[in-house]
T-cell receptor
Framework: DAGVTQSPTHLIKTRGQQVTLRCSPK?????VSWYQQALGQGPQFIFQ???????QRGNFPDRFSGHQYPNYSSELNVNALLLGDSALYLC??????????????FGAGSRLTVL | DQQVKQNSPSLSVQEGRISILNCDYT??????FLWYKKYPAEGPTFLIS?????DKNEDGRFTVFLNKSAKHLSLHIVPSQPGDSAVYFCAASGGNNNDMRFGAGTRLTVKP
């Protein structure tokens, strides 16, 4: 049973460019959350998708947007990249809608470097 | 706004001894707490959790203690094994938010 898969694993962009990261949740999970983990920091919540809608959002600017498809897979888009967007982007899935009591299953992440 | 804090960036213990990792939180609305373990090049994996109605939860070698009055939780690993060497994140959720807030992590090294 495949867990959470993310692509690409690594990518390099330049300032001002746009990036799309992809995530397939664990089988049986319908909720996807995205986190940004900067070097030496813990994961920071970006947003959460359930039933193809953004249900909750962390303290991130509108340059960060997302989408969830009917098969529960999800994308994270970041526009007008800044150097400070360099980080590991983690996708996590969970079952049964958004609930703080749900255990998150994480992917290995997509490491974004902005030059 | 760092609501979950892990003040020790690293911890080193000898194999067979106890490892104690600490976590403090500021939001009294948190009612669910979790510990995740992360190996290099892998995503965090769930280790153990505790709800605010309990003060202790045990799973094998791992025990989590919750002190609500102090807004403090700790993870005890007994006995520690070299394979436990990883970064441990404390996380909390609850209140008006269903997202999970993470601490900065503690890197545990268990020496053989």
């Amino acid at each position: 049973d495949a867990g959470v898969t993310q692509s690409p694993t690594h990518l390099i962009k330049t300032r001002g460019q746009q990036v799309t990261l992809r995530c397939s949740p664990k089988s049986g999970h319908d909720t996807v959350s995205w986190y940004q983990q900067a070097l030496g920091q813990g994961p920071q919540f970006i947003f959460q998708y359930y039933e193809e809608e953004e249900r909750q959002r962390g303290n991130f600017p509108d340059r960060f947007s997302g989408h969830q498809y009917p098969n529960y897979s999800s994308e994270l888009n970041v526009n007008a990249l800044l150097l400070g967007d360099s980080a590991l982007y983690l996708c996590a899935s969970s079952p049964g809608g958004f609930s703080g009591a749900n255990v998150l299953t994480f992917g290995a992440g997509s490491r974004l470097t902005v030059l | 706004d760092q609501q979950v804090k892990q003040n020790s960036p690293s911890l080193s213990v000898q194999e067979g001894r106890i490892s104690i990792l600490n976590c403090d939180y500021t939001n009294s609305m948190f009612d669910y707490f979790l510990w995740y373990k992360k190996y290099p090049a892998e995503g965090p994996t769930f280790l153990i959790s505790i709800s605010s109605i309990k003060d202790k939860n045990e799973d094998g070698r791992f025990t989590v203690f919750l002190n609500k009055s102090a807004k403090h939780l700790s993870l005890h690993i007994v006995p520690s094994q070299p394979g436990d060497s990883a970064v441990y994140f404390c996380a909390a959720s609850g209140g008006n938010n269903n997202d999970m807030r993470f601490g900065a992590g503690t890197r545990l090294t268990v020496k053989p």
